[in-house]
């Protein structure tokens, strides 16, 4: 199963952290933020989303590898909630 650190909601501009990442490199949170961020221009992981993430954040491949070298132990996940408006004060 793939693990979901956080998701994006275009229509409210509200984003979800998985709190697990408060374990993680500050490097991989980091990269989690731009990227869920980068889902408000442009929802799918395609090319547009990978040349956008290649504009904010030139390694994200490393980090994201990083991250998903060191899976969760635990799926009972608690999610911390940040609007668009907030993240961009
Ligand atoms: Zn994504």
């Given at each position: 199963?793939?693990?979901?650190?956080?998701?994006?909601?275009?229509?409210?501009?509200?984003?979800?952290?998985?709190?697990?990442?408060?374990?993680?490199?500050?490097?991989?949170?980091?990269?989690?933020?731009v990227h869920?961020?980068t889902?408000?221009?442009e929802?799918?992981?395609?090319e547009r989303f990978a040349m956008l993430m290649d504009g904010f954040m030139p390694d994200w491949r490393?980090?994201?590898?990083?991250?998903?070298?060191?899976?969760?132990?635990?799926?009972?996940?608690?999610?911390?909630?940040?609007?668009?408006?907030?993240?961009?004060?």
């Amino acid at each position: 199963m793939k693990t979901k650190w956080g998701s994006c909601n275009r229509e409210t501009g509200h984003i979800w952290f998985n709190l697990e990442l408060v374990k993680k490199h500050p490097l991989c949170l980091e990269y989690i933020v731009v990227h869920e961020m980068t889902h408000l221009l442009e929802r799918n992981h395609g090319e547009r989303f990978a040349m956008l993430m290649d504009g904010f954040m030139p390694d994200w491949r490393s980090r994201r590898d990083q991250l998903n070298n060191a899976p969760l132990a635990d799926e009972q996940w608690q999610y911390a909630e940040l609007s668009a408006s907030q993240a961009a004060a």
